[in-house]
């Protein structure tokens, strides 16, 4: 390793491969070295259960991906990313066999909500519509050497940066308010936290402006497009080569890490820049093979590619809670998705794939099959008896697939207090660190978790800014 090339990025997850692809753009010399056999991290497809049948391990659904400013602005079709759409982004069931949906439109979404939220749910959308471009690119890039295109917009957003609960208050009826919590769930944090508002929200403006398709052939296609793109740009992979040290690395005049900080900091040698980061809950998910369809009762369910079940919004607190206070899982919230609804490339014919997982507290070692399987029954009976065969990952195999997820954390840093929105820590550029020539780009830095690119985006312009200073 003794080529001298401009940056050497560490990590080969969608920051990585951004950060890498943002700067091969501009003009330099970028070699990306990555731990695993095959570039992806989170965005990644596998034969996790029976030959035939593609997994992905992490993330399936892509609002941000299809919405990401980052991404837009490549030629990521050129390089075989076809993004799919189901009827429906996504689907609430509850017990009565009813459904709220999420759908690309307001107007149907409202309805799904009954007449008594309808109205609520439509003022709350309204001043947000048709501004996605803008909006993305404001929230998604926020950055104290910025200034935002549309500040009204982002300021209107900012003002929900108020507690879901909070935002819960104008509704009347459960399934608004439980469709809401599960949106803010994926903050994996509990509904009384700021921000938790402004990111739900941003769940359902995204389903309404660009949908939450899958990736045709698995998540794994995304990672493939922009390693291909930045190999036409010049750039250079190397997969398999694990980094321990910095001085493993060829000379570069700077250095990208799309790692953890406490990685970045062992590795680079930057003893305890990171020491206050605090990493939060895990997840336990499951990927099944199914013989058919998931056979939810509620019609809308089947309709569409994101299922979330939890049928109250204080049952959906609750599980989050408990994943963050560190206790076992009672009735986990889940998040499902049933990508062969519209990708039958991923199984064998009439054949399909699914996953769900459920919140728990980081290095948790139970078992959460039972529980999840029983809150799938409950919405889908007769689903046991589809399943032809199941992958499971806790903490343990969630850190052991990715140096990055610590004690099993998918999110790569919790979500709480100023970590929040100051990620890694409180700083005006949140990609540069404590050695001029060291970066970090991955989801522990702003705007955090999500198959978008832009934690990648934002480090690369601070790379190109120290670089071309
Ligand atoms: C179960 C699950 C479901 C998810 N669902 C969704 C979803 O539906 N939609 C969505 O948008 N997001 C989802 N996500 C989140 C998404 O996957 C992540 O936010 C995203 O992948 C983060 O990208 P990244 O580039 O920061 O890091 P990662 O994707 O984690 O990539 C980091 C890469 O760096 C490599 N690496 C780490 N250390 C080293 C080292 N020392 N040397 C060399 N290489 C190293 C790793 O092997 C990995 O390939 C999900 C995540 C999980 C776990």
Avoid at 4 to 23: F, Y
Wanted: glycine residues 10%.
């Amino acid at each position: 390793m003794t080529s001298m090339v401009d940056v050497v990025v560490v990590g080969a997850g969608p920051n990585g491969l951004t950060a890498a692809v943002e700067l091969a753009r501009r003009g330099f010399a970028v070699e990306v070295f990555e731990a695993r056999e095959k570039i992806g991290g989170g965005a990644s497809t596998e034969e996790l259960t029976l030959p035939g049948y593609r997994h992905d391990p992490c993330s399936s659904g892509h609002p941000f991906g299809i919405g990401s400013p980052a991404f837009r602005k490549m030629p990521l079709a050129r390089h075989g990313l076809e993004w799919l759409h189901a009827e429906l982004p996504m689907a609430h069931p509850f017990d009565d066999g009813t459904a709220a949906v999420l759908s690309r439109s307001v107007g149907e979404t409202a309805m799904s909500l009954g007449p008594r939220d309808a109205g609520a749910y439509r003022r709350l959308m309204e001043p947000f519509l048709g501004k996605w471009d803008t909006l993305s690119q404001d929230f998604l890039s926020l950055s104290l050497n910025s200034l935002p295109r549309d500040p009204v917009t982002l300021f209107r957003l900012g003002k929900f940066g108020l507690p879901m609960s909070v935002i819960n208050r104008r509704f009347h009826d459960e399934k608004a308010k439980a469709m809401m919590a599960g949106l803010a769930s994926h903050a994996v944090s509990p509904m009384s936290s700021f921000v938790t508002g402004a990111l739900g929200l941003t769940f359902a403006i995204a389903a309404h402006a660009v949908g939450w398709p899958v990736a045709k052939g698995g998540s794994q296609s995304i990672s493939d497009a922009l390693g291909s793109y930045l190999r036409e740009l010049g750039g250079v992979i190397h997969t398999g080569v694990e980094v321990k040290r910095i001085d493993e690395l060829p000379p570069a005049r700077a250095y990208v890490f799309d790692t953890s900080p406490t990685a970045l900091a062992r590795i680079a040698g930057l003893g305890n820049a990171y020491a206050n980061y605090r990493y939060g809950p895990s997840c336990f998910k499951i990927d099944y093979a199914l013989d058919g369809p998931v056979p939810w009762t509620a019609a809308d369910a089947r309709r569409a590619g994101t299922v979330h079940v939890g049928p109250t919004a204080g049952e959906i607190d609750d599980s989050v809670r408990r994943a963050v206070r560190g206790d076992d899982p009672k009735t986990p919230f889940l998040i499902t998705v049933q990508p062969t609804l519209v990708d039958p490339t991923r199984a064998p014919e009439g054949k399909h794939t699914f996953w769900a997982y459920g919140h728990v507290p980081n290095g948790w070692k139970g078992d959460a099959t039972d529980l999840i399987e029983r809150q799938i029954e409950r919405f889908a009976p007769g689903f046991r008896d589809l399943v032809l065969a199941k992958a499971i990952a806790g903490p343990p195999e969630m850190a052991a697939r990715n140096a990055n997820y610590v004690g099993g954390d998918f999110a790569c840093g919790a979500f709480s207090g100023l970590q929040t929105l100051l990620r890694p820590k409180p700083a005006r550029s949140p990609w540069s660190t404590v050695h001029p020539r060291v970066f970090i780009c991955s989801q522990a830095t702003y705007p955090g978790p999500g198959v978008h690119g832009m934690c990648g985006q934002n480090a690369a312009k601070a790379v190109w800014r120290a670089l071309t200073r």
